[in-house]
C-alpha cells in the first residue's frame, strides 16, 4: 500500500470517517476528532510509519492537509 | 502582535519592560474584545467605570473573580462555534465553574502549554507514565480539570501507560516492567500532587518497593491542601518522592481551568514562575491595590488565552506572595512567587484535593 492510501487508511479508521469526506477533515471538525482522537492518531501514525513526532508537530498537525506536509518534513515520501 | 506570534517567543524571556510593552496592548484588546461581545461582562465592565476608549496598563484592568463561572455561562463567541466545555471537577454540594472553548482558543491553551512544559523537559517525546487511572479520561463528553490535565500533558508522551488501574489500584508490576523497558531514558512522569502522594508514594512505601526513576522528571499540580492537613509540605514531599523512587527533578505547577495553557511551573528553586503569556498580580485584600515583593495578598491571574470567554483577567481565592521579578537564581525572567493557600471563607476546590469525596 502506498503512504497516501496508508495516511488515508488511518484517518478513516481513527475517526471512523468516510472516504470521500476525509480529505476536508480539521482538528475539532468532527466529534471523533477531539483530543483524544487526536492523541489516538498520532499513535496510529507513529506505529504505522516508524516515526516519532515532535512536540511541535502534534501541536500543528490541525488537519488532513497539514498532516501531510508535517509526515514529509518527518522524511516520509506521500 | 497576534496571539500566534506571542505563543512563539521563548516563555521566559522578557524583562518587565519588554513583557508590559508585548502585553498591554494585547490585554487591553481582549478586554473590549469581550466588552463587545458578552452582554454580561459589558453590564459589569460599566458598574466599575471601565472606558473602552481608554488603554489601560493591565494592572489597571478590571478583573473578574473566579467564581462568576460557577454562576453563569459567560462566553463571548456564538453558541455554535464552542466546541468545548470545560468543567472544573466539583464536589457534591459545590457548583463547578463551566469554561466554553472555540477551536481557537482550544488550541492556544495546547500550544501555550506546550512551550512552558516543553522548555522545561525539552521537545523530543519521552516515555511516560501517567499517574493516574485511565478512567479519568475514558468518558471524551464529559471534560473535568483532571482528565484536561492528563491529556494536555500526553502529548510529551512517546509511549504512556498509566499507573493506576480503575480501583485506583498501582500497577506495581506493569510499572516495573515499563521503568525496566526504558532503562537509559528520561521517563517522564505526570499527576495530580494528592493522587501521586496517596496511591503512589505511600503504596510503594507500603509495599516497600523501590523503582528506579533517578533520571526521571515528575511534574504535578491540583493542589496541596489535603496534604497541609497530613502536614507534607513541598520540601517533605520531594524527599519521600525520592526515598521510594530516586527522583530528583520534580515540578510542581499552578493553574486553573479558567485559565487552562497558561500554568506557572515551579523551577529548581522552588518557585513558581509566570510566563510572557500570562502574569500574576498579588493584591492586597481591603483595597486591591498592589502588593509589594513579600507581602501576601490575592492572587490574580491575567492570560493573553482567553477569547471566547472572558477569562483573561481572574481574582482568584487563593494567596500567594511575589517573591521576585527577573532575578530568580534561575535565570528564568518574569515574576516569581509561591502559594500561600486558600482564602478563609473560600470555597474548598483543588482538581487532585476532590478525589475522595468525587467518587
Known amino acids: 500500500m502506498n503512504n497516501i492510501k496508508k495516511y488515508k487508511k488511518i484517518f478513516i479508521e481513527t475517526f471512523n470517517a468516510k472516504e470521500n469526506e476525509v480529505c476536508q477533515l480539521t482538528y475539532q471538525s468532527t466529534p471523533e476528532w477531539d483530543s483524544v482522537g487526536h492523541m489516538n492518531l498520532i499513535t496510529a501514525l507513529e506505529e504505522n510509519f516508524d516515526l516519532m513526532f515532535e512536540t511541535d508537530d502534534i501541536v500543528d498537525f490541525n488537519s488532513y492537509e497539514k498532516g501531510i506536509e508535517i509526515l514529509r518534513k518527518n522524511g516520509i515520501e506521500i | ?359
Open chain 2, 1 to 359: 502582535m497576534e496571539l500566534a506570534q506571542i505563543l512563539d517567543i521563548p516563555p521566559y524571556s522578557l524583562n518587565k519592560t519588554d513583557k508590559a510593552r508585548l502585553l498591554n496592548p494585547f490585554f487591553n484588546y481582549l478586554t473590549r474584545h469581550h466588552y463587545a461581545n458578552c452582554n454580561p461582562y459589558k453590564i459589569m465592565m460599566d458598574c466599575v467605570g471601565y472606558d473602552c476608549n481608554k488603554e489601560y496598563n493591565y494592572n489597571q484592568l478590571p478583573f473578574l473573580p473566579v467564581r462568576l463561572f460557577k454562576m453563569f455561562d459567560l462566553y463571548s463567541v456564538l453558541k455554535e462555534d464552542v466546541i468545548k466545555t470545560m468543567t472544573s471537577s466539583g464536589t457534591s454540594g459545590q457548583t463547578v465553574s463551566r469554561i466554553f472553548l472555540d477551536r481557537n482558543t482550544s488550541a492556544a491553551q495546547t500550544k501555550a502549554l506546550t512551550k512552558i512544559v516543553s522548555s522545561f523537559i525539552g521537545t523530543k517525546r519521552v516515555p511516560m507514565i501517567i499517574l493516574d487511572s485511565e478512567t479519568v479520561v475514558r468518558d471524551r463528553n464529559l471534560f473535568s480539570a483532571r482528565g484536561a490535565g492528563i491529556l494536555g500533558f500526553s502529548m510529551f508522551g512517546s509511549k504512556r501507560i498509566y499507573a493506576l488501574n480503575e480501583n485506583m489500584e498501582l500497577n506495581v508490576e506493569q510499572l516495573q516492567t515499563f521503568v525496566e523497558q526504558n532503562k537509559g531514558e528520561r521517563i517522564f512522569m505526570f499527576g495530580f500532587t494528592f493522587i501521586v502522594y496517596q496511591y503512589f508514594y505511600k503504596e510503594l512505601l507500603r509495599l516497600g518497593i523501590k523503582l528506579d526513576l533517578s533520571d526521571g522528571v515528575l511534574i504535578h499540580g491540583g493542589g496541596w491542601k489535603k496534604l497541609y492537613s497530613e502536614a507534607v509540605t513541598s520540601e517533605a514531599f520531594r524527599n519521600k518522592l525520592y526515598d521510594v523512587c530516586g527522583i530528583k527533578n520534580v515540578h510542581d505547577y499552578y493553574g486553573m481551568i479558567e485559565q487552562t495553557g497558561t500554568i506557572y511551573m515551579e523551577c529548581e528553586h522552588g518557585h513558581l514562575h509566570a510566563p510572557v503569556f500570562s502574569d500574576i498580580i498579588i493584591r492586597r485584600p481591603h483595597d486591591f491595590s498592589v502588593a509589594g515583593v513579600g507581602e501576601k495578598g490575592i492572587i490574580q491571574v491575567l492570560s493573553i488565552l482567553p477569547e471566547s470567554y472572558p477569562g483573561h483577567s481572574l481574582l482568584t481565592e487563593d494567596e500567594g506572595i511575589l517573591l521576585g521579578e527577573d532575578d530568580c537564581s534561575c535565570g528564568r525572567l518574569g515574576k516569581y512567587f509561591r502559594i500561600e493557600g486558600r482564602l478563609k471563607n473560600a470555597e474548598i476546590r483543588g482538581c487532585s484535593d476532590t478525589y475522595e469525596t468525587n467518587f
